[in-house]
């Protein structure tokens, strides 16, 4: 539905040949090992050979003229040389270069060279002696498509001379092969029945382009029947499970299978990208809740791969409806001096709730889970489920006995209805951070140790690919994660803070019997701030 461009430039004689299988050819991404998908198409540069062409198209030429007797190049005087440039724009996996010469003089050198980094060439060919020769030399190990860093671009060069300079040695054809890698998903491909193909380029004036579409159609092979009907979810079913598995039976000879799940009966997109999957099992399913709506019809079909890469015609149309509550609404915080209360309202549309759950996590935009769950790049992450509640307010910061998962800074709320079933998860309501939620300890004896630990809220942040510059890549991480520092602003001598744990602490001398102001300060380094202000008084 939204086409499909491929941009490049070509010299004349520079073809690309598009194919979506694969010879056996990869070249490593930047951890060095084999991709699992890959496909090899080929770039093909059979250059004119005239000298204007030369000069226009080639890197480099020396020594050379048009040949007086037929087509090609001859060398003046000793040497003569021609270096062509390959940019393929696609991660180069091997190559061949195939030239004919024909030589005058039994001491004519003939050499083919390759160079990957514009300086330093290799020689992968050299002949010498006179006569027709044909070069034909792969070029697969001295591109070294498997070590890092992947390649774009190389050169190829041609160089004929002799030992006494009177040879004119001529080069009379010359083939240059890149195989690339390209990935087979993101190639144009054509569809059975009309196929609309349009090619713009950008060069002025009268010229002449070749298009050719090859493909091999064959029915030696029977695609492979659609499954005959859903398992589950049944055709018209209301469903109201949280989690919806859809499930079909196994169709003989099938390797893989297509899902789709749509809200238009056309299926023109998918409703979600998770719901338009290709897997080789009878069964799917979404592993979090709240990805359906109640009142909407979904339509959902399947077809079936065989072992060639036949895929076979769409089963039936199947729909479904879901019924359950929809997401709570107005989630925010209230602050009642230190003590910080979650509060939201029922959605007015949908199942009405009977309860609703509560989770709290300092990771922004986190995902609700009632279970231990692995995230990327933090591994085993315990559950963050706080706890349920028939009311719509749950005290969530404090530090009266904390629940598991309180004292954070981001929380959601989801909403159960009489059978049990869930919402997706509200959006996330954020604390102040930092925010200092202990009460201080406000009594102290003089002669004896004082302290109180306080403790801060701080946010993880969320998971970002920043780029590394000094390294030429990204790196993925949580870059935010905030450092609460502890500062005493204001307080007696022979108090003292620990800045890292928050730990307020000191002896008060027989003369510090009374009141003194406390004054607690907490900073990160993003500029976040807050205190905590109270007296403590010290008995004799």
């Known amino acids: 539905p939204t086409g499909h461009e491929i941009a490049f430039t070509l010299r004349p004689g520079e073809r690309l040949v598009y194919r979506w299988d694969n010879v056996g050819k990869w070249a490593a991404d930047r951890e060095g090992v084999e991709p699992k998908y890959w496909g090899n198409s080929r770039f093909i540069y059979e250059p004119r050979l005239d000298l204007a062409s030369v000069r226009r198209d080639a890197s480099q030429v020396r020594g050379l003229a048009d040949a007086e007797h037929g087509a090609g190049l001859q060398v003046q005087g000793s040497n003569g040389a021609l270096v062509y440039e390959i940019s393929p724009s696609y991660v180069i996996c091997g190559g061949r270069v195939r030239a004919e010469f024909v030589a005058r003089g039994d001491g004519d050198r003939l050499s083919i060279s ?4 514009g300086h330093s060439f290799q020689r992968v060919w050299e002949h010498e002696g006179s006569g027709p020769v044909t070069a034909d030399v792969s070029l697969d190990e001295a591109l070294q498509p498997h070590q890092n860093p992947p390649k774009y671009r190389y050169l190829v060069g041609v160089r004929m001379g002799s030992k006494t300079g009177l ?5 009379t054809s010359l083939r240059i092969e890149t195989d690339v890698m390209a990935a087979p998903l993101s190639l144009p491909r054509l569809s059975l029945g ?3 193909i349009v090619y713009t380029d950008d060069t002025p004036g009268p010229h002449s382009v070749r298009v050719t579409h090859r ?3 064959c029915d030696a092979i029977q695609p492979p029947a659609p499954p005959s009907g859903p398992v589950h979810l049944p055709p018209g079913a209301r469903v109201t499970d949280s989690i919806l598995e859809y499930s079909w039976p196994e169709v003989a000879g099938a390797d893989r299978y297509h899902l789709q799940v749509s809200r238009r009966p056309d299926f023109a997109w998918p409703y979600r990208t998770s719901l338009d999957v290709m897997i080789p099992d009878t069964a799917w399913r979404m592993p979090h809740t709240g990805i359906y709506s109640p009142g909407t019809t979904y339509y959902w079909r399947l077809r079936a791969r065989d072992h060639s890469g036949v895929w076979g015609p769409w089963s039936d149309t199947w729909t479904f409806t879901w ?3 929809r997401v709570p609404v107005n989630v925010r915080l209230h602050f009642d001096g230190r003590t910080g209360t979650l509060r939201w309202e029922p959605n007015p549309r949908g199942e009405r709730p009977v309860r609703y759950a509560t989770f709290g996590s300092n990771e922004r935009g986190f995902t609700a889970h009632r279970e231990p769950y692995t995230q990327f790049k933090r591994g085993e992450v315990p559950a963050n489920l706080i706890g349920e ?3 719509s307010s749950m005290v969530v910061i404090t530090d009266q006995r904390p629940a598991e998962n309180m004292n954070c800074v981001f929380y959601r709320v989801v909403a159960i209805d009489e059978r049990g079933t869930e ?7 954020e604390a102040p951070h930092p925010f200092i939620y202990t009460s201080p300890v406000t009594r102290a004896t003089a002669g004896r140790l ?3 630990e306080a403790g801060s809220l701080g946010s993880l942040g969320d998971c970002q690919n920043r780029p590394k510059p000094e390294e030429g890549g990204y790196n993925y991480g949580y870059h935010d994660i905030e450092e609460n520092r502890f500062e005493l602003l204001e307080s007696p001598r022979w108090l003292s803070v620990d800045a890292e744990t928050g730990l307020v602490s000191g002896t008060p001398p027989p003369e510090a019997a009374g009141e003194h102001q406390v004054r607690l300060g907490v900073t990160n380094q993003f500029g976040g701030r807050d205190e905590q202000r109270f007296t403590l008084r010290v008995a004799k």
């Open 389 to 391: 509640t028939t009311e």
């Open 194 to 196: 009309a196929n609309h």
């Open 167 to 171: 040879s004119d040695a001529m080069l």
């Open 423 to 429: 919402s997706g998860s509200s959006e996330y309501a």
């Open 215 to 217: 493909w091999q159609e």
């Open 323 to 325: 019924r359950g509550p």
């Open 450 to 452: 004082y302290g109180y």
């Open 114 to 117: 390759l160079s990957t980094d």
